[in-house]
Each structure stands twice: as C-alpha cells, then as structure tokens.
C-alpha cells in the first residue's frame, strides 16, 4: 500500500472508531448488563451508564487504526479485477483479517471496560492492576477466541461502496443484521470475560459458556442484549463507515494538493 493511503486508512480508522464509540457508549453499557450473569439491575441498570469508558477511549483509536490498516492492506496484497467474481471473496478476507490483528488491541480492553460496566464503584485502572495481579497477561485476553470468532462472523458484511454516504446506509443496515445473528456468541464472549478467575467460563470455552447460557436462561438468555446491540451497530455503521470514508478521502485529497 503507498504510503499516503496508509496513513490515511491510520487516521481514518482511529478516529471512525473514536466517534462510535463514545457516542454509543451507554447503549455497549445497557447491552453488557443484560447479558451479565447477575442480570441487568444488580449490575449497575442505568447507573454509572459510563463506567469503563476510559478503557474504551483508550483502545478505541488503535483498535481501528489497526483494523482498517489490516484491511486496507490485504485488499492491495489481493488486487483483483473490479469485475471479477472474486471480488466479495476478497473483501471478506480482508475484513477477516483486520478483526484478527484488531483483537489484538480490542481485547484487553473489552475486558477491562466490560468489568468496569458491571462494577461501576470501581475504577478503569483498579480493575486493570487487578487482573495483572491475579491473572496476569492471559487474563487481559480471556474470550479472544470468541471474540474472533464473533468480529470475524460480524466484518464479513463489509464491502466496498463508492460513495461516503452509502458506506454508512449499507454499514447500518448490514451491521444490525450482523449484530442480532452474532448475539449469542456475544452473550458467551461477555460471559467469559466477566467470570471469575478458575471458574468453568473462565476457561474460555466458546460452546461451554453458550451451552451454560441456554441451561439457565434459554434462547432468551441467549440473544440477551440483541436490542441494544443492534441499536448500537446499526448507528455505529452508520457512523463508523461513513466518517472513515470520508475522512480517509479528505486526507487523500489533502495529500495530492500538498507539494
């Protein structure tokens, strides 16, 4: 990829993500405490509605950064004809890919914020010295691999759209689709990352922990939090491919008008 586009897709991806997440930020919370294992009121209802968004603040920007340089990349490294049959194949992977590398960042600090949310007394870096502690680095990436599994299920409704406006439209449409098929493994990804340390979600077993989810609380308990979710997804389509569209043209035009 030139160098422009690069930067371009750095900028424009961190800051895409910035937006939607601190925006949607109180709809992640309510969605987290309906899929909480103590359930909605007793993890915080609609109190302390920003608890953990420090963490998210934090890796917001590099997580989109890091997604949208993936899937920029893998595109170039993938050139296919605008034409060709192959061209959704080649969208799909790259999407893939880019939630792979993202995870990397998202992870930690999903784990971290999503405590937070359910435990609104304490602190962003209280809870983060915490799982140091006790769980040391593989507890900042517990429900890594559900997480995957659900981002990657999820990025395969991206595609390329010309025009800024119909990123967003199609991203919004697409994204609330994606998010209520890809709930239940939502649901377990939270379940994991909110259990405690030795106990049998913990270990972080995608099957197990859905399996849990239907023995206590039925298909209900399993697509917990879809309303929400899709709310939030919906919106942050809207949001996340339209601003980044838009930005990462501005700055590529601002890069051919410079000398």
């Known amino acids: 990829m030139d160098r422009p586009g690069f930067t371009a897709s750095l900028v424009a991806g961190g ?21 909480s294992p103590q359930g909605f009121n007793k993890a915080g209802g609609f109190r302390g509605i920003y608890a953990g968004v420090p963490s998210a603040a934090i890796g917001s920007f590099p997580n989109a950064a890091a997604f949208f340089i993936t899937y920029e990349y893998v595109k170039w490294f993938l050139h296919t004809d605008s034409s060709s049959y192959l061209m959704p194949v080649k969208h799909m992977l790259a999407a893939s890919a880019g939630e ?14 999503q405590r937070a949310q359910v435990s609104a007394s304490s602190g962003t870096f209280h809870i983060f010295s915490n799982i140091l502690c006790q769980e040391g680095i593989q507890g900042l990436y517990r429900g890594y691999k559900s997480t995957v599994l659900r981002e990657a299920l999820w990025s395969w409704r991206q595609d390329h759209v010309v025009d800024s406006w119909q990123s967003a439209v199609c991203g919004a449409f697409a994204g609330g689709f994606a998010a209520a098929v ?30 849990g989810v239907w023995r206590t609380r039925g298909l209900s308990g399993l ?30 035009e601002l890069g051919r008008e410079s000398p």
């Open 15 to 35: 800051v895409a993500g910035v937006c939607v997440d601190l925006i949607l930020f109180p709809l992640d919370t309510i969605k987290t405490r309906l899929q």
């Open 223 to 252: 697509f917990a939090g879809v309303f929400p979710r899709m709310a939030a997804i919906s919106l942050g389509g809207f949001i996340f491919l339209g601003a980044y569209d838009q930005t990462r043209s501005f700055l590529l």
């Open 100 to 113: 792979v590398v993202a995870c990397l960042i998202r992870v930690p600090s999903e784990v971290v914020k």
């Open 182 to 211: 890809t709930t239940p493994l939502d649901v377990a990804k939270t379940r994991i990352m909110l259990a405690k340390a030795g106990s049998s979600p913990a270990s972080g077993n995608v099957l197990s922990a859905l399996h």
